[in-house]
């Protein structure tokens, strides 16, 4: 598996099995996602063929259907995940140029899932552009996986998140959209950091812009850069486009 | 619908939350609706959302909501159809919004003022700081195309949103929650004010000031981008000074 057009495998060629574990809970953490994921495509897939096959357009009110399998995946992944969902490529419905069947979980804990509406309207102060976001127009161009972030995604869902995507094609194999999920930085710290803070060393987990994710070092939180990386070890995480840094300098 | 479009959004989030508090409902459901009209938060010819939906999220009764709206019909900012493809919609044009930010600016004191640019001087010189540390290449190339898009604005309610938003993704690179959200709401009173056609700002030179903040940022000069930031919010604050002081001359 790849993502963001990535193909690179962590092999703890070094034999540091405390390193090892590190990665795979990562590794773990992060493909259970894009398991929820491919659940969501794949039902979208099915009952996009099932109403082109029947010789109609997909139109807006057709992806209700995504409801229950996308709430499913938003409970199986409570812990983790905030928002799962659809977006629809530009164009590919019948009736709106632009929609997202998007489900995020009450604000009360026992409540139900709400589905998030936003303004979709180009002319709008609050247009929610997502063809020029980077979780979107990634997945589109490219064809793979994709994990965005962190970012604060304040015109959307106002929280400090990683977006984690993957392309949907139909059976006819045109993309027609991206399933999607958004994982808070606070939830991955919570559950991650017993992994990292059990590790002897200092140690990050960053993104491929050199922007701190999860660390067991107060002087590398979430959000920040990394001074120099140049300068130290890095190896990938495998599945994602993350990298497991070791904090203290080659020298 | 609207309220449901916007839920999330935070400038309208902040606009239509549930109200804080106890005392008079009607008066405090008047003046966040109008307040967003001004702020043109919800646009000319917009439908609101139900009284049921909007009623709910300002935490208010029907009957309070009714009687807001009642008020709001009178001030010519709300119109009401009955019937299928009914509901109250929003009048407010350009004039409109113009006139509403000129009478927030009048109701506004100096030391009010001054406050507000005093707590906008902490944001904008803490977020650039921090935005120097932790923007990316991705991050650069967004503030210049919104400082580019300021600089192409052709009318001062485009002016206004560009310029906002410019300030509001500065905030978004220094990656704090808190301070975007901060940057939103000062942005939510401020933007609208300093676009009144009376100040004549011209978009192109403010869109200069903001792209040598973006150099500040760019080249990892973090002294420059906060004395940059802190100005530019001094600034704007004096201008907006110099405007109530000429308006309780006239």
């Known amino acids: ?251 | 619908m609207a309220v449901e479009q916007l839920r999330g959004l935070t400038a309208v989030g902040a606009v239509l939350s549930p109200l804080a508090g106890s005392g008079p409902r009607t008066d405090a459901v008047v003046a966040r609706i109008s307040a967003a009209i001004g702020l043109g938060v919800i646009a000319d010819g917009e439908q609101l959302p139900s009284e049921i939906d909007l009623a709910t999220q300002l935490g208010v009764s029907t009957m309070t909501l009714r009687e807001a709206l009642a008020i709001l019909r009178e001030q010519g900012l709300v119109v009401t159809k009955r019937g299928r493809g009914g509901g109250s919609f929003v009048r407010a044009s350009a004039e409109d919004v113009h006139a509403r930010s000129l009478a927030l600016l009048q109701e506004l004191t100096v030391e009010g003022l001054r406050d507000l640019g005093d707590e906008h001087f902490a944001v904008a010189g803490a977020t650039a700081v921090l935005a120097t540390r932790r923007a990316v290449a991705a991050d650069i190339a967004r503030l210049r195309t919104l400082a580019d898009r300021l600089a192409a604005s052709e009318d001062a309610i485009s002016s206004r949103r560009a310029d906002s938003r410019f300030q509001i993704e500065v905030a978004v690179c220094s990656q704090s929650a808190r301070l975007t959200r901060a940057e939103v709401n000062i942005q939510a009173e401020l933007a609208a004010m300093v676009w009144l056609p009376r100040l004549g700002l011209n978009p192109a030179d403010e869109a200069a000031r903001h792209q040598q903040l973006v150099d500040a940022i760019e080249t990892g000069d973090q002294a420059g981008a906060r004395s940059l930031a802190e100005e530019y919010s001094a600034l704007t604050i004096r201008r907006l000074i110099g405007l109530r002081m000429e308006l309780a001359r006239s």
């Open chain 1, 1 to 251: 598996m790849k993502a963001n057009g990535t193909d690179r495998s962590f092999r703890a060629d070094n034999g540091d099995v405390a390193l090892e574990l590190v990665s795979a809970a990562v590794t773990s953490l992060v493909e259970d996602i894009f398991a929820s994921l491919r659940t969501v495509a794949a039902a979208t897939r099915a009952l996009w063929d099932r109403i082109e096959e029947s010789g109609d357009r997909p139109g807006s009110s057709d992806l209700a259907a995504l409801r229950d399998p996308v709430i499913g995946e938003l409970q199986r992944q409570a812990e983790l995940v905030n928002g799962v969902g659809f977006v629809v490529a530009d164009g590919a419905l019948a009736d709106v140029p632009r929609y997202l069947e998007w489900w995020r979980p009450d604000v009360k804990p026992g409540g139900e899932a709400q589905r998030l509406e936003l303004d979709l309207s180009p002319g709008s102060e609050y247009f929610y552009d997502y063809s020029t976001m980077e979780w979107y127009s990634g997945p589109r161009d490219r064809g793979v996986l994709w994990v965005h972030g962190p970012y604060l995604d304040y015109t959307g869902v106002d929280l400090y998140v990683c977006t984690f995507t993957l392309p949907v094609t139909s059976g006819r194999g045109k993309f027609i959209g991206v399933a999607g999920a958004d994982v808070p930085v606070a939830r991955l710290d919570a559950a991650l950091l017993p992994t990292f803070a059990a590790h002897r060393t200092p140690l990050a987990l960053t993104n491929s812009e050199g922007r701190v994710i999860v660390a067991n070092d107060a002087e590398h939180v979430a959000g920040s850069k990394l001074e120099d990386p140049d300068s130290l070890t890095a190896l990938p995480v495998s599945a994602t486009p993350w990298s497991l840094v070791s904090l203290r300098s080659e020298t």
